[in-house]
């Protein structure tokens, strides 16, 4: 194990637990026999999951004419799956520090985070993912930046000189992180979802999400986080984008059938996805 390995592990180790109820909730919900009664329990013992979810369950995002008022109308209305994607999202947005550090906005980052990640569910649907699995989409969407936003935390000097090196010869963030850091956020988040015990494809997901120029034939995975996280980026404002978009591989071009300017053209309903995923920025 490398000096830097070490070190990652340790910025990663002062790092918050995932709570149990939302590794408990992703566990009842990966069973295609999972109970409801279950699942509704899970989350009701968790009170702020619960506020937040019933919150976000009734605002612009969802739409819904009537009042939801408990966490069992809940799963009823917008389903099981929906569900944990939303508590997925919420503990997520708890986790994160809440002041700026080396200049990265959280909001910018937040925003870019849950826009790949709707643009993952959806170029995921499109492919024909069943709807059981797009929730695994949704998730590496969110998490795939999140060493980020916490190594802009945990070494504030060192990141401050990352974006620095970023803005003045225009190269991808997790070049310029290896260059300062001596590692990428790409690592950093794999491990740290690594120590909340995501499943396997996840972590590799995540730790692969720079690297495809390297692999031969990743998985669908793999190949749509790429993608979305490059159109992701196509749509933060210049303010806020952290990275450049990166080179597309050959193999991914041809699998992707289109340009990168042409993905969001493709998905019909995007531009009233992407404006519902604001509404977590609210909680």
Same mark, same amino acid.
């Given at each position: 194990?490398?000096?830097?390995?070490?070190k990652?592990?340790?910025?990663?180790?002062?790092?918050?637990?995932?709570?149990?109820?939302?590794?408990?909730?992703?566990?009842?919900?990966?069973?295609?026999n999972?109970?409801? !009664?279950?699942?509704? *329990?899970?989350?009701?013992?968790?009170?702020? /999951?619960?506020?937040? =979810?019933? $919150?976000? %369950?009734?605002? @612009?995002?969802?739409?819904?004419? !009537?009042?939801?008022? *408990?966490?069992?109308h809940?799963?009823?209305? /917008?389903?099981a799956? =929906?569900? $944990?994607? %939303?508590?997925? @999202?919420?503990?997520?947005?708890?986790?994160?520090?809440?002041?700026e550090?080396?200049?990265?906005?959280?909001?910018?980052?937040?925003?870019?985070?849950?826009?790949?990640?709707?643009?993952?569910?959806?170029?995921?649907?499109?492919?024909?993912?069943?709807?059981?699995?797009?929730?695994?989409?949704?998730?590496?969407?969110?998490?795939?930046?999140?060493?980020?936003?916490?190594?802009a935390?945990?070494?504030?000097?060192?990141?401050?000189?990352?974006?620095?090196?970023?803005?003045?010869?225009?190269?991808?963030?997790?070049?310029?992180?290896?260059?300062?850091?001596?590692?990428?956020?790409?690592?950093?988040?794999?491990?740290?979802v690594?120590?909340?015990?995501?499943?396997?494809?996840?972590?590799?997901?995540?730790?692969?999400?720079?690297?495809?120029?390297?692999?031969?034939?990743?998985?669908?995975?793999?190949r749509?986080?790429?993608?979305?996280?490059q159109?992701?980026?196509?749509?933060?404002?210049?303010?806020?984008?952290?990275?450049?978009?990166?080179?597309?591989?050959?193999?991914?071009?041809?699998?992707?059938?289109?340009?990168?300017?042409?993905?969001?053209?493709?998905?019909?309903?995007l531009?009233?996805?992407?404006?519902k995923?604001?509404?977590?920025?609210?909680?």
């Amino acid at each position: 194990m490398s000096v830097d390995q070490l070190k990652l592990e340790r910025l990663v180790d002062k790092m918050p637990t995932f709570p149990q109820s939302v590794h408990r909730v992703i566990q009842i919900c990966s069973d295609i026999n999972f109970s409801t !009664k279950e699942l509704i *329990s899970v989350i009701e013992h968790d009170p702020i /999951i619960t506020l937040k =979810t019933l $919150k976000l %369950v009734n605002s @612009a995002y969802f739409g819904l004419s !009537k009042k939801i008022t *408990s966490i069992k109308h809940a799963v009823v209305y /917008i389903g099981a799956n =929906t569900i $944990k994607n %939303v508590a997925m @999202a919420i503990t997520t947005m708890g986790i994160l520090p809440k002041e700026e550090h080396s200049g990265i906005n959280r909001n910018g980052f937040l925003l870019h985070c849950l826009n790949t990640a709707t643009l993952a569910k959806l170029i995921a649907k499109g492919r024909r993912v069943p709807e059981s699995e797009l929730t695994d989409y949704f998730i590496a969407g969110l998490l795939h930046d999140i060493g980020v936003i916490l190594a802009a935390q945990l070494v504030k000097d060192q990141y401050k000189e990352v974006t620095n090196l970023v803005s003045a010869e225009g190269i991808p963030l997790h070049l310029a992180e290896r260059q300062i850091l001596g590692f990428d956020h790409a690592e950093m988040s794999a491990i740290l979802v690594e120590k909340w015990k995501f499943p396997e494809n996840l972590i590799n997901c995540i730790r692969n999400h720079h690297s495809l120029h390297e692999m031969e034939d990743p998985p669908l995975l793999e190949r749509v986080i790429f993608v979305a996280n490059q159109v992701a980026k196509s749509l933060d404002d210049d303010e806020h984008r952290l990275s450049v978009i990166e080179p597309v591989p050959e193999y991914i071009q041809q699998w992707l059938g289109m340009s990168l300017e042409e993905v969001p053209e493709s998905i019909s309903d995007l531009p009233t996805e992407l404006e519902k995923a604001e509404a977590f920025l609210t909680l």
